[in-house]
């Protein structure tokens, strides 16, 4: 039987690689690929998942484009179709591609024909301000949870109305990992796909200092700089908090912020810090960052972390058990990246190693990754820390009484029982007062309110927490 198109072309092209790269790599990252159909000029393989996609991608795409040019000429396209060992089989999902729509050009008075754009290479005429936005950065890859829900709201009335709402600038802040550069991305997507005629530029604090310094360096380049910034619509500025004991810097980005502020345009700053904890930036320029909202970004809960897990497998075209999801939101708690890392590294494991994603191999990598103490934390543990760190009885939690400082104790016992333990609703309640299920979704439900919108009683959650894990 004569072998189709797809497989003859996909078999040439292995041919030239085998004879360049070392015989381990190619046992490892070409010999699982599948080609599975060939249609104009494009050919598509079948891959075991989308980590080994994007390791495809970074170490091996020039060597593979080469090849599928010499043997389609230079039209010659690759896509993938993504299949990854499961714990119930194989999965198949579609690519998912979010195509960011391109800054519209700059057009400049004769007097101001040559500003500068930092962000290119000297020489290069025209100006063309690419928004520097990632695309997999965006709402429909952001998990909402009590953790992130205003903050995920206020970006969603900024993205339909920039500049417009009371949400300016949005102060985004949080510990690092808890998804801060995902949302404020996410918004100057959503921008471009609802306004493409907005500018949107995406900068770290670190890059901006540096073009700031270089613009100092030149004659006439710093008035460049400022102008090039004021022309954006919605600038989107990360790790403001590295502006810290940079005073020139600081001054530059203060009348940025002021020219694009009274111009109606939005900014989008992030930290690691709220604005009054912030140190060695100047008192104008915090005052300014709470001109808008600063919404802060927390830990996950235990619902919000199966939820990142269960739309990341998705994403990565893995199908893992409720146990699996589970047992891995219940151990890696931390903050949203160390949860999709563990799951990268499971997925790693399972595809190099092709083996089957099983609770044994999952309990094997958490533990390598977070350490794991084998010593769970029950829901009696959880009661005693609540009362000494509150001051009260055991028997006054599983009072009847109504008394609100008694109450709220109960309730977030109940919150830190669903979160840091693996038993039931039912359960909780009954060993917290006697309690049905009910009672304890209501409780959790309250704290997760109140953690959005009282910062002492967060800050009290948090502290019982970080006791109870030692």
């Known amino acids: ?49 989308n ?12 060597l593979v484009s080469k090849c599928l040019r010499r043997e389609l000429g230079s039209q010659a396209k690759l896509e993938y179709s993504v299949r990854v060992i499961s714990s119930g089989g194989s999965v198949t999902i579609p690519q998912q591609v979010t195509q960011i729509s391109k800054n519209k050009g700059v057009f400049f008075s004769s007097s101001a024909a040559d500003i500068a754009n930092p962000f290119v290479i000297p020489g290069i005429q025209q100006l063309q301000i690419e928004s520097q936005l990632n695309p997999s950065y965006n709402f429909d890859n952001y998990v909402e949870g009590a953790c992130n829900k205003l903050a995920r709201s206020a970006g969603l009335s900024i993205a339909a109305s920039p500049g417009k709402t009371t949400f300016n600038p949005l102060f985004l802040y949080g510990t690092s990992g808890l998804g801060k550069t995902h949302l404020a991305q996410a918004i100057g997507i959503l921008v471009k796909e609802l306004s493409p005629d907005k500018i949107v530029l995406y900068v770290n604090a670190n890059r901006f200092q540096i073009q700031y310094m270089d613009a100092t360096t030149v004659k006439n380049k710093l008035a460049d700089f400022m102008h090039f910034y004021q022309m954006i619509d919605v600038l989107i500025i990360d790790d403001v908090h590295d502006f810290a004991e940079k005073p020139g810097t600081q001054n530059a980005f203060f009348h940025v912020f002021n020219h694009l502020h009274q111009s109606g345009k939005q900014l989008i700053l992030t930290s690691d810090k709220a604005p009054v904890d912030l140190k060695g930036l100047e008192q104008r320029l915090l005052s300014r960052f709470k001109w808008g909202l600063s919404a802060e970004l927390t830990q996950p809960d235990f619902s919000t972390r199966v939820a990142i897990l269960k739309a990341k497998s998705y994403n990565d075209g893995i199908e893992l058990s409720d146990e699996i999801i589970n047992y891995i939101a219940s151990k890696v708690t931390a903050n949203v990246r160390e949860i999709e890392g563990a799951l990268v590294s499971l997925l790693a494991q399972a595809t190099l190693n092709k083996k089957p994603i099983t609770m044994q191999l999952a309990e094997s990598m958490t533990e390598k990754l977070v350490s794991v103490s084998h010593t769970d934390i029950s829901v009696n543990e959880i009661q005693k820390e609540v009362c000494n760190y509150f001051e009260l009885k055991p028997e006054d939690l599983l009072s009847k009484t109504r008394k609100r400082e008694i109450v709220q104790a109960r309730q977030i016992a109940m919150y830190l029982s669903r979160n840091l333990t693996k038993t039931s609703l039912a359960s909780i309640g009954v060993q917290i007062g006697g309690k049905d299920h009910a009672t304890v979704l209501h409780a959790y439900n309250t704290v997760c309110d109140l953690m959005d919108t009282d910062r002492r009683f967060r800050q009290y959650v948090v502290e019982i927490e970080k006791r109870l894990k030692g």
Do not use: Q
């Open 1 to 49: 039987m004569i072998p189709k198109e797809h497989i003859i072309v996909w078999n040439n092209c292995l041919k030239v690689i085998g004879d360049i790269i070392p015989p381990a790599s190619f046992r490892t990252w070409f010999e699982p690929i599948v080609p599975v159909k060939l249609c104009d000029s494009v050919l598509t393989i079948e891959v075991p998942s």
């Open 51 to 62: 980590f080994f996609r994007e390791y495809l991608e970074e170490h091996f795409i020039d």
